[in-house]
């Protein structure tokens, strides 16, 4: 079985400021992971995945994150956040078995301020 | 479709009555998911259809939880004698196929259904 513990429930920071949001999975097998963003009242936009290949992906809105496999970690980070980045952010995963489930973390609520 | 459609946006019931909530999958994608997101417990996967194959309902919470998936398509979330524990957004996902490319399994998320039991 796996597990999603993101570390951080709420992270506010200063726009044009950097940021990290803090993921780590334990898991008996291979994984997929992915980062999904949800702004208010909206359901999950798909914003990176690791599924095999480079440990460093880049997603969408200037997003990326690494993949360390022996720390069990997918940090998000973005080098200068803006306004609209306010959302909750949601880490998974899934192991690389054919039409399993995702397991989500928490949540990490990112609060941008000017 | 353009994306994952889910009806109603939001619905708002009695306790102890029933509640159908709808889910239209991306075109052509073969695997479908349900989730439920509430405040407490975060976001649960509920079940999961996989073409004509019986479905995975390991994450249903009770007996009054049903979903069935017509011709492989549109896919019915039902909810019988709701109790206000059952409140909280039910999300659809959906993808193109599972198994082969990794990224044939990449889960795409409709706006869910906000379900208030009052």
């Known amino acids: 079985a796996q597990s999603v513990t993101q570390l951080d429930s709420q992270v506010p920071v200063f726009e044009e400021a950097p940021v990290e949001l803090r993921c780590n999975y334990s898991?008996?097998?291979?994984?997929?992971l992915f980062w999904y963003v949800q702004y208010p009242n909206q359901g999950l936009q798909l914003l990176l995945k690791y599924l095999s290949g480079s440990t460093l992906v880049k997603g969408i809105n200037g997003f990326e994150a690494e993949f360390n496999k022996s720390q069990t970690s997918f940090h998000l980070r973005k080098p200068s956040v803006h306004i609209s980045d306010t959302a909750e952010y949601f880490c998974?995963?899934?192991?690389?078995?054919?039409?399993?489930?995702?397991?989500f973390g928490k949540g990490t609520t990112l609060s941008v301020s000017s | 479709g353009a994306g994952v459609s889910q009806s109603p946006s939001n619905k708002v019931t009695e306790k102890g009555k029933d509640v159908e909530l709808r889910c239209d999958p991306i075109?052509?994608?073969?695997?479908l998911y349900w989730y439920r997101q509430s405040l407490g417990q975060g976001l649960e996967f509920l079940i999961y259809f996989q073409g004509n194959s019986a479905p995975d309902k390991s994450g249903l919470p009770s007996d009054r939880f049903s979903a069935e998936r017509t011709g492989g398509s549109v896919s019915t979330l039902t909810i019988q004698r709701t109790q206000q524990e059952d409140s909280a957004v039910y999300l659809c996902?959906?993808?193109?196929?599972?198994?082969?490319?990794?990224?044939?399994?990449?889960?795409?998320f409709g706006a869910g259904t906000r379900l208030s039991v009052l």
């Open positions: 898991s008996s097998v291979s994984v997929y």
């Open positions: 075109s052509g994608h073969t695997a």
């Open positions: 996902a959906s993808s193109l196929s599972p198994g082969g490319s990794p990224s044939k399994n990449i889960q795409y």
């Open positions: 998974a995963v899934s192991d690389q078995q054919a039409g399993t489930a995702l397991i």
